[in-house]
């Protein structure tokens, strides 16, 4: 795997503040985070990763800037993702990343017409 240092990069204007922030990393993808809690400082992450650029390692680059960013600026103390027990590269990913796994939750995704396992990846900041 190649490593990477990348910038994420907010739109002008945007804030965590209204709840949700799209982080992006161009041309390689973006990051979101979501389910913002001021309160307990902590958000939900979702990426997403531009096919040309997969398996190359910069999901992983995204990942650590976001912690760097989060820990730094946003002042989050945990981030977390919600992934389908099914998808083993993404939990690989997250826990490659400094994730934890700290729960199951029973049928919690829908995935086309069904509803799936997801397991909670959590990292304390």
């Not at 902590?42 to 960013?69: D, E, H, K, N």
């Amino acid at each position: 795997m190649e490593q990477h240092q990348l910038t994420l990069v907010a739109r002008p204007g945007d804030s965590l503040s209204s709840g949700a922030l799209r982080l992006y990393a161009l041309p390689y993808g973006c990051v979101d985070l979501y389910a913002y809690d001021p309160l307990n400082r902590r958000a939900a992450v979702a990426i997403v990763v531009a096919s040309a650029y997969r398996r190359r390692g910069y999901a992983l680059a995204m990942l650590q800037a976001l912690a760097t960013l989060a820990r730094s600026t946003l002042h989050l103390h945990q981030l977390y993702a919600d992934i389908a027990v099914s998808n083993a590269a993404s939990l690989a990913l997250f826990e490659k990343a400094g994730y934890s796994p700290c729960g199951t939750f029973r049928q919690w995704l829908l995935v086309g017409d069904s509803f799936v396992s997801s397991t909670r990846m959590q990292l304390i900041l």
